[in-house]
Nanobody, 112 residues
Framework: DVQPVESGGGLVQAGGSLRLSCAVT????????VGWFRRAPGKERVGVAC????????YYEDSVKGRFTVWRENAKSTAYLQMNNLKPEDTAVYYC?????WGQGTQVTVSS
């Protein structure tokens, strides 16, 4: 079974940073993508960033480009999302997904 588990969320002031982790049981280090998503209050869940396994190509949603960085450590079966210069509009529950499985989410709250 595949099961991602997110951690690292919390409360931070605008301009601050957080690092989210996604530890995955059933992790595959081949070309399977790890994706990060978020659901802001009252909104649908949307993609934030993703990274491929084989060549570590990464992709970002426009609003986070230059502020968020995604990477993966295959030996640890873990993916990360470094979030810098956080803004109040980044407040959301953040999820990771791998091989069709979703984690339970971790809350990120950015105060102004």
């Amino acid at each position: 079974d595949v099961q991602p588990v997110e951690s690292g969320g919390g409360l931070v002031q605008a301009g601050g940073s957080l690092r989210l982790s996604c530890a995955v049981t059933g992790y595959r280090s081949d070309d399977r993508v790890v994706g990060w998503f978020r659901r802001a209050p009252g909104k649908e869940r949307v993609g934030v960033a993703c990274i491929r396994g084989r060549n570590s190509e990464s992709y970002y949603e426009d609003s986070v480009k230059g502020r968020f960085t995604v990477w993966r450590e295959n030996a640890k079966s873990t993916a990360y999302l470094q979030m810098n210069n956080l803004k109040p509009e980044d407040t959301a529950v953040y999820y990771c997904a791998h091989r069709g499985a979703w984690g339970q989410g971790t809350q990120v709250t950015v105060s102004s």
